[in-house]
């Protein structure tokens, strides 16, 4: 089966880093990638790690250790627009399916 | 960048009724398309995947009778919610991937679907 946990709530103040968690379980993987989710949006693409290290795409960084099943998103310098969901998600065997977690809601405040 | 299409953003049904979702990837190939379904502050829960030419695979306990996945070609493909019904109703979400399994999912906007 494939199971992934992350944090359900992030409090953050703008201007800080956060950092949210990502562990899972699956069955063949094939990367980690990261989603950001408004309310009432679709799910933008934030990031991919097919293998282990660090990825960085501006405030937004992902690393991965698939040793530990392990991945986290970092947000630099938080914005008030980065309020939103998180989603971690892998895919699995084949790398056609793509299983999300139950997403991290990020508050940030002023 | 990618470009996923969805269609409509918004649709209320009279219970009993079908509902057609489309979903196109404008400017690039998409051999795979995912449905997502997604309640309320919750995760978005895979529903199927739609191969080009094929007939989807459905997830584990989601009615293939009741969602009709089509994906006629490499850039459409729809869902059409049959006999709809009030516990029906939830935000639907397309997703499209390219040739390579390292593709990353680009979405469509969603359509938020209500059954009266």
């Known amino acids: ?110 | 960048g990618a470009v996923v299409s969805q269609h409509p953003s918004r649709v209320i049904c009279k219970s009993g009724t079908s509902v057609k979702i489309e979903c196109r990837s404008l400017d690039f190939q998409a051999t795979t398309m995912f449905w997502y379904r997604q309640f309320p502050k919750q995760s978005l829960m895979l529903m199927a995947t739609s191969n080009e030419g094929s007939k989807a695979t459905y997830e584990q306990g989601v009615e293939k009778d009741k969602f009709l996945i089509n994906h006629a070609s490499l850039t459409l493909s729809t869902l059409t919610v049959t006999s709809a019904h009030p516990e029906d109703s939830s935000f639907y979400i397309c997703s499209a991937r390219g040739r390579s399994s390292n593709s990353p999912l680009h979405f469509g906007n969603g359509t938020r679907l209500t059954v009266t």
């Open chain 1, 1 to 110: 089966g494939q199971s992934l946990e992350q944090p359900s709530e992030v409090t953050a103040v703008e201007g800080a880093i956060v950092q949210i968690n990502c562990t899972y379980q699956t069955s063949g993987f094939y990367g980690l990638s990261w989603y950001q989710q408004h309310d009432g949006g679709a799910p933008t693409f934030l990031s991919y790690n097919a293998l282990d290290g660090l990825e960085e795409t501006g405030r937004f960084s992902s690393f991965l250790s698939r040793s530990d099943s392990y991945g986290y998103l970092l947000l630099q310098e938080l914005q008030m627009k980065d309020s939103a969901s998180y989603f971690c998600a892998v895919g699995n065997t084949g790398g056609f399916k793509t299983i999300f977690g139950a997403g991290t809601r990020l508050f940030v405040k002023a």
